[in-house]
T-cell receptor, first 118, second 112 residues
Framework: GAVVSQHPSRVICKSGTSVKIECRSL??????MFWYRQFPKQSLMLMAT?????????EQGVEKDKFLINHASLTLSTLTVTSAHPEDSSFYIC??????????????FGDGTRLSIL | GDSVVQTEGQVLPSEGDSLIVNCSYE??????LFWYVQYPGEGPQLHLK?????DKGRNKGFEAMYRKETTSFHLEKDSVQESDSAVYFC???????????FGRGTQLTVWP
């Protein structure tokens, strides 16, 4: 149980393109989903917390207009990297927590999306 | 604020060696503690957890004891195997909105 599916797993596109990444909880409902960015050999950096039916909460230094987050249902959150440039190339990972669990329960992670902007 | 510090960089034991990866945390709350494992090209997977003080998380021969008096959650194993090679992250959870605070990660490479 507690499977999070992330799609696509890899994207290669030209500079200026907008890229959408989907994160789905397959066997549970997720009131809250989280989006992370990870650089090679580094830890996960929280970008934003996505709440179903409301606006996302962004971490300091993360551009809201660059990284658009939508959490329209209890099983789907999307991250759109708008007008992507080479510096946006990274490994993006989502996670979700079961809606019926307390906030101290573990998060379940997707397998990540490798974004490469040429 | 909440934070986690763990053994950084690489740990290079030989197969059969014992292992300790240190993890210390700071918080003003009553957190849960986790170890996540990450394999190349994948997202982190929950490895083990401890939800309150004096709980011991166990998985695949690994153990970690939630010690409130020393604010630690060290990952231990008596005899590592080559298949244990991965990056391990210590994480603290339970704050507002349930966000996780991660350590910087420890690359475990077990020599055959």
């Amino acid at each position: 149980g507690a499977v999070v599916s992330q799609h696509p797993s890899r994207v290669i596109c030209k500079s200026g393109t907008s890229v959408k990444i989907e994160c789905r909880s397959l066997d549970f409902q997720a009131t809250t989903m989280f989006w992370y960015r990870q650089f090679p050999k580094q830890s996960l950096m929280l970008m934003a917390t996505s709440n179903e039916g409301s606006k996302a909460t962004y971490e300091q230094g993360v551009e809201k207009d660059k990284f658009l987050i939508n959490h329209a249902s209890l099983t789907l959150s999307t991250l759109t990297v708008t007008s992507a440039h080479p510096e946006d190339s990274s490994f993006y990972i989502c996670s979700a927590r079961d809606a019926v669990q307390y906030s101290n329960q573990p998060q379940h992670f997707g397998d990540g999306t490798r974004l490469s902007i040429l | 604020g909440d934070s986690v510090v763990q053994t950084e960089g690489q740990v290079l034991p030989s197969e059969g060696d014992s292992l300790i990866v240190n993890c210390s945390y700071e918080t003003t709350q009553y957190p849960s503690l986790f170890w996540y494992v990450q394999y190349p090209g994948e997202g982190p997977q929950l490895h083990l957890k401890a939800m309150k003080a004096n709980d011991k998380g166990r998985n695949k021969g690994f153990e970690a004891m939630y010690r409130k008096e020393t604010t630690s959650f060290h990952l231990e194993k008596d005899s590592v195997q080559e298949s244990d090679s991965a990056v391990y992250f210590c994480a603290l959870g339970g704050s507002t909105l349930g966000r996780l605070y991660f350590g910087r990660g420890t690359q475990l490479t077990v020599w055959p």
